[in-house]
């Protein structure tokens, strides 16, 4: 599963290398909630077209949705004179490639409180970070936490 380190290295082990890759998506999108679903279902709809990760689509959609809305929402704090992006690559043999970059201040990863402990097993926010790490194979922020990286294959 994802670890959810954050990290300025280009997934070596994979040699996804985002700067090297062909983009096969490319979304903005303003920072408003309402913009999210309809960008989730275009972006599924090139992944599935795509079809590098057959039969792994609804983890990939639940995890882009979640990542997206984190941009929307902590990013760029719901200003839809924000832009967020999303860039997605498709390889055969590597997977697929999700980066969605946010305008915010960043964060760091490691501050996040666990969602599985204590009283955090109760709160009704602070999952999307835990879902994505466990929905996608390799998770990682750069840029201060204003990007994340997310490959499934």
Do not use: W
């Amino acid at each position: 599963m994802g670890s959810g380190v954050p990290s300025d290295e280009h997934f070596p082990e994979h040699d996804f290398d985002p700067e090297k890759l062909d983009l096969q998506v490319r979304v903005m999108l303003s920072a408003d909630r309402k913009a999210v679903d309809p960008v989730v279902a275009r972006v599924m709809e090139s992944v599935r077209a795509m079809k590098c990760v057959d039969g792994k689509e609804e983890a990939i959609e639940l995890a882009l949705h979640e990542a997206l809305a984190n941009a929307v929402v902590h990013g760029a704090k719901e200003d839809p004179t924000k832009v967020v992006e999303c860039l997605v690559a498709c390889d055969a043999e590597r997977g697929v490639l999700i980066i969605v970059r946010d305008p915010g201040p960043g964060f760091d990863p490691q501050s996040i409180p666990a969602c599985t402990i204590g009283e955090n097993l109760y709160s009704n926010h602070g999952r999307g970070i835990f879902l994505i790490n466990q929905l996608m194979d390799e998770v990682q922020f750069h840029k201060n936490g204003t990007e994340i990286h997310m490959v499934k294959r």
